[in-house]
T-cell receptor
Framework: NAGVTQTPKFQVLKTGQSMTLQCAQD?????MSWYRQDPGMGLRLIHY???????DQGEVPNGYNVSRSTTEDFPLRLLSAAPSQTSVYFC??????????FGPGTRLTVL | GQQLNQSPQSMFIQEGEDVSMNCTSS?????WLWYKQEPGEGPVLLIA?????ELTSNGRLTAQFGITRKDSFLNISASIPSDVGIYFC?????????????????FGKGTHLIIQP
């Protein structure tokens, strides 16, 4: 099992550009989520999904979109990148919401 | 919203020492999770606690679910260099951000563990 995979590992964007961060898991987990990690802030929930076709917003959803068309994939879209979105992004999956398995992260810089 | 307060923020210790850290909340949690994050990696789950008073070990790591349900503790015995990293506590959120069902985890800001050989 590959577990939770994320691509790309690193990305640099210009303000206003859009992009999609990819996340996939091969553990047949229903629950998937996206977090961002900023220095001194811990991890904060952006969006989550409890199954294919079902998504909901977390603590910091503004500027991000998600969709869940399959159990395996949960992409995160940045609609119009802003410098405030410079962060490390982690995708996670689990059977329920508790014991979440995290991917290796995507380090995003917005200039 | 819910907040988890971790202390200490950082620890500088000698190899072989025992380590203690804790996590407190103003809200009651019914699950406590402890994660470790190494540089450039995602958090890795160390221990999950589901009952007040529960004491669970994972090798040299021991975690306890506080009786009040508002705190949890993590101890590392006989630290070694590979214990270096950031240790996070986490618990299930009760806050619904969209007016719908509440979900997701709330994380503390972490305890940085630095070990001097």
């Amino acid at each position: 099992n590959a577990g939770v995979t994320q691509t790309p590992k690193f990305q640099v964007l210009k303000t206003g550009q859009s992009m999609t961060l990819q996340c996939a898991q091969d553990m047949n987990h229903e629950y998937m989520s996206w977090y961002r990690q900023d220095p001194g802030m811990g991890l904060r929930l952006i969006h989550y999904s409890v199954g294919a076709g079902i998504t909901d917003q977390g603590e910091v959803p503004n500027g991000y979109n998600v969709s869940r068309s399959t159990t395996e994939d949960f992409p995160l879209r940045l609609l119009s990148a802003a410098p405030s979105q410079t962060s490390v992004y982690f995708c996670a999956s689990s059977y329920g919401r508790n014991e979440q398995f995290f991917g290796p992260g995507t380090r995003l810089t917005v200039l | 919203g819910q907040q988890l307060n971790q202390s200490p923020q950082s620890m500088f210790i000698q190899e072989g020492e025992d380590v203690s850290m804790n996590c407190t909340s103003s809200s009651i949690f019914n699950t406590w999770l402890w994660y470790k994050q190494e540089p450039g990696e995602g958090p890795v789950l160390l221990i999950a606690l589901y009952k007040a008073g529960e004491l669970t070990s994972n090798g040299r790591l021991t975690a306890q679910f506080g009786i009040t349900r508002k705190d949890s503790f993590l101890n590392i015995s006989a630290s070694i260099p590979s214990d270096v990293g950031i240790y996070f506590c986490a618990g299930p959120s009760f806050v619904s951000y969209s007016g719908g069902g509440a979900d997701g985890l709330t994380f503390g800001k972490g305890t940085h563990l630095i070990i001097q050989p």
